[in-house]
């Protein structure tokens, strides 16, 4: 333990960033997952094409396989548009930036289906009646679904969000400082492997179990409106 | 918001995803373009040598992990604390803490202990392929364990009654109705995990193997073509993806056809 005591200050950081990487994927997975919730319900069948390979490709692809692409291809592909626009220089995303993209496309993907699933599991009674009192159909869907949507997606949206805090140890790879990062500079540098991971896989643990609790209360909230199941 | 302005917006929506998927095709077309795929033909004959330990890694994990998932899960649904615990903190380690923090922990951690070192367990743990599989084994059984747990919960209490009822043992029960039902209540999300573990292989390259994507990070070093590489490889893995999910179906299909509505 006294080797790991050094390092609690790089931790906490390690750890602010594993929360902020966290929460930067979360918020743009949750904009690409109710789009492309919404495009895949959409009557356009241009938009229903474009989400269904947005989900295919990214499902289909390893996670690490993910960020990598996107943290180096997005260098070459950044300093050939500067090249064309006539700067001669090296551009390139920071891990965090490139972190985020990542993380977020993948929770998007899966956030489309949880999304999907719960628009449709709104009773088609309730939408009949808001268009009969001479709602249109984006008040309907404001008033009528969406509330509703956040509550009936919430359980599918917390274990997304426990598989990309798990996820976000895959940054490391490109040097983000965060809790895996730390550890493995811990560890190079004491020699005390075990104590460095054991102590990483602690907080991840804490967070999970963080996240679970904040899950649970969630519902409960969300849910307050409804009969309790009492079996 | 009146119907106007709202038939207003519709159409700007619909202009603006137009636009936006045209934009959208020109940069992949342009990207198409530019890509040098000479790279890509001189090294798919590697990338498929990847693909092999891939596949190899995650079938040997995916089997021997069903093995331990199988009694740990029948622990888990145990009524006695002394079996239900200790299930329940394997599961609960090993899927509230990423599979890279496991895979490090065994490689770099186990390998400085004395205890390991000199032990006859030291020609394993010294190798990285043996660390991996330890690590994806034993990640997978955590998951495939609670997935069986769920099934096992699943199987409709009726015909465990009825099992009872007609003198069964608890064995024979188990046996004969529940994990039969199980496996087959538990496949579609079976299913999902053994494609979730064929993604999380590619962290077997974070400690040098050679697998698919390890292969193609070996490959970049060399050319310095990330685009065209990892491409490539993600294609591979799409292909191995669907065509193992493509399969599953079949098989549930097969097993729960008594279940289909008759011809």
Redesign the interface.
Known sequence: METVLPYANLFLLGTLMTIRLALGALALGLVLGLLGATAKLSQDPLARALAEIYTRIVRGIPELLVVLLIYFGSAVALTRLAELLGFDRYVELSPYVAGVLALGLMFGAYATEVFRGAILAVPKGQIEAARAYGMGPWLTFRRITLPQVWRLALPGLGNLFLVLMKDTALVSVIGLGEIMWVSKIGAENTKNAIAFYFVASLIYLALTVVTMRGQFHLEAWANRGLPRDTR | ?N?AT?LL?ARLG?AA??AL?ALIVLGICY?LW?LDYGVIFQYFGRLLVGAVLTIELVAISVLIGFCIALPTALMRVSTNPWLRYPAYAYI??FR???????I??IY??????DLIRDGILWPIFKEAYWCVLIAFTLNTAAYSAEILRGAIQAVPRGEIEAARAIGMSKALAYRRIILPRALRIGLPAYGNEIVLM??????A??ITLLDL?GM??TI?ARTYT??EI??A??LI??VI??AFAYGWTRIERRVNRYLAPPA
């Open positions: 918001m119907p709202v917006l619909r995803l137009y998927t990207g530019i609960f380690y509230g803490t990423p599979l890279l923090v496991q490090f922990f770099h951690g186990l390998g400085q202990l064929l993604k999380g292989s590619a962290l390259s974070t994507t193609a990070r970049i990330p685009v990892f491409l490889a993600g893995y799409i993806n669907y």
